[in-house]
């Protein structure tokens, strides 16, 4: 069964356009919404003028910017739309949580020396390895539970097997909402990393290991977004509507 296709007709961006569903049409579009700091992945589901606080003037320049982005790359994006859940999901795994998991162990002894290192001039290094310490523990956990839980039972719904898909949660929104809130949690937990690290700027004492230690958190963080996209705004919806198709 296919994922329903956003791309059966052009998308025609407004104020009240949703800002997964624009991702979700043309992920090239996530590099407008990242250059106003606006979160595409954990708050996409706002309208556009939500996100800018209800500005019209600001919300008909975003709405340019994406248009433009749209027409420049269109037949571009890789139409994650359209692949069938199982497909998505094992691309998801291969690519997204295979990622997490050897950065995770790539990142944490360049956190820990730079620390080390760096710690007394530059204190708030403690806070971004504490805040990453605790972020790779629960992502650990996090995609533990999709691919044991959620991820088999949706592979079930594509097989036709909905009746056979033991199910301890109920509907699969239970578990989907459950890993929604986690992804709000990362998301929260990486924009305080940002912050305290200014963009992942380094400052001018920073030596060569600082600097690459800057780059792969934000490199980390980039990966993340486009992650948490891909589920929230593609993955679980279809999910649950398939689920509903499928009901007697």
């Given at each position: 069964?296919?994922?329903?296709?956003?791309?059966?007709?052009?998308m025609d961006i407004h104020?009240?356009?949703?800002?997964?569903?624009?991702?979700?049409?043309?992920?090239?579009?996530?590099?407008?919404?990242?250059?106003?700091?606006?979160?595409?992945?954990?708050?996409?589901?706002?309208?556009?003028?939500?996100?800018?606080?209800?500005?019209?003037?600001?919300?008909?320049?975003?709405?340019?910017?994406?248009?433009?982005?749209?027409?420049?790359?269109?037949?571009?994006?890789?139409?994650?739309?359209?692949?069938?859940?199982?497909?998505?999901?094992?691309?998801?795994?291969?690519?997204?949580?295979?990622?997490?998991?050897?950065?995770?162990?790539?990142?944490?002894?360049?956190?820990?020396?730079?620390?080390?290192?760096?710690?007394?001039?530059?204190?708030?290094?403690?806070?971004?390895?504490?805040?990453?310490?605790?972020?790779?523990?629960?992502?650990?956990?996090?995609?533990?539970?999709?691919?044991?839980?959620?991820?088999?039972?949706?592979?079930?719904?594509?097989?036709?097997?909905?009746?056979?898909?033991?199910?301890?949660?109920?509907?699969?929104?239970?578990?989907?909402?459950?890993?929604?809130?986690?992804?709000?949690?990362?998301?929260?937990?990486?924009?305080?990393?940002?912050?305290?690290?200014?963009?992942?700027?380094?400052?001018?004492?920073?030596?060569?290991?600082?600097?690459?230690?800057?780059?792969?958190?934000?490199?980390?963080?980039?990966?993340?977004?486009?992650?948490?996209?891909?589920?929230?705004?593609?993955?679980?919806?279809?999910?649950?509507?398939?689920?509903?198709?499928?009901?007697?």
């Amino acid at each position: 069964m296919q994922l329903f296709n956003l791309k059966d007709t052009n998308m025609d961006i407004h104020s009240n356009s949703i800002i997964g569903e624009v991702v979700a049409y043309d992920f090239h579009t996530a590099s407008v919404f990242s250059k106003h700091k606006i979160d595409f992945c954990c708050n996409g589901k706002r309208s556009l003028l939500e996100a800018c606080n209800q500005e019209q003037d600001v919300t008909s320049q975003l709405v340019a910017e994406l248009n433009e982005s749209l027409q420049k790359n269109e037949g571009k994006a890789s139409d994650f739309n359209t692949w069938p859940l199982d497909l998505l999901i094992d691309y998801i795994e291969k690519i997204h949580h295979r990622y997490v998991r050897n950065k995770i162990k790539e990142i944490t002894p360049y956190l820990d020396k730079v620390v080390r290192v760096h710690g007394v001039n530059h204190p708030e290094l403690h806070q971004i390895k504490a805040l990453f310490t605790e972020s790779a523990e629960d992502l650990i956990q996090h995609l533990y539970k999709e691919e044991i839980i959620l991820f088999p039972y949706i592979r079930h719904m594509c097989a036709g097997e909905l009746a056979s898909a033991h199910s301890s949660f109920g509907s699969v929104g239970n578990p989907i909402h459950m890993m929604e809130n986690e992804h709000d949690t990362e998301g929260n937990r990486f924009r305080t990393i940002r912050a305290l690290s200014n963009d992942y700027a380094p400052p001018a004492d920073a030596c060569t290991t600082y600097r690459v230690c800057f780059s792969m958190l934000e490199e980390f963080e980039k990966d993340l977004h486009k992650h948490i996209h891909l589920e929230n705004n593609i993955l679980f919806p279809a999910a649950m509507r398939m689920e509903k198709e499928m009901a007697p």
